[in-house]
């Protein structure tokens, strides 16, 4: 996990101090797992409204991603990035459990979906489990709600 996100929508690699990176794993918004791409036929319909709600609250969107994408008409813009960048506070959700074994200060796991149930593989333990990513998204605003100042 090495790279920064690349700027797709808003022209710069920084983000400001009050917007926090919510990383994104493509199966999270993808309406079948496992896509060779991500366009506007692999996306599932009831991931725009929460990711809408995200970037309405200043959150800053990164697909985390080597697949080429093209997101539907009326999609929240994302930056995309080949992995999850390693400075300042930020979310990253997944629907591989696998995939919360990378930790650093700062970032915060959500485990989206039910996750494999019927397979031996290493255990890595997400920050939170949510059934679905509307579920992550009031996870997301309700810590934050409730964070110390």
Same mark, same amino acid.
């Given at each position: 996990?090495? #790279?920064?996100? #690349?700027?797709? *929508? ?18 999270? $918004? ?5 896509? *060779?791409?991500?366009?506007?036929? =692999? ?7 929460? %990711?809408? =709600?995200? @970037? ?14 093209? %997101?539907? @008409? ?18 990253? %959700? ?15 796991? $959500? %485990?989206?979906?039910?996750?494999? *149930?019927?397979?031996?593989?290493? $255990? ?5 489990? =949510? ?8 996870? $997301?605003? #309700? ?7």
């Amino acid at each position: 996990m090495t #790279s920064a996100p #690349s700027r797709t *929508a808003r022209g710069d690699d920084s983000a400001s101090a009050a917007t926090v990176r919510v990383y994104l794993d493509p199966d999270v $918004i993808l309406a079948q797992s496992g896509a *060779a791409r991500i366009d506007e036929a =692999t996306i599932s319909s009831d991931a725009r409204e929460p %990711l809408e =709600t995200l @970037a309405e609250t200043d959150h800053e969107l990164v697909l985390v991603t080597d697949k080429p994408v093209a %997101l539907p @008409a009326g999609f929240p813009s994302m930056a995309e990035s080949v992995g999850v960048g390693e400075t300042g506070e930020a979310w990253f %959700l997944t629907a591989d459990p696998e995939q919360c074994g990378t930790r650093r200060a700062g970032l915060r796991s $959500i %485990l989206v979906g039910p996750g494999p *149930a019927t397979r031996i593989a290493e $255990i890595h333990r997400c920050d939170i489990r =949510t059934r679905d990513l509307r579920s992550a998204v009031i996870e $997301i605003l #309700s810590r934050e709600a409730m964070a110390p100042a």
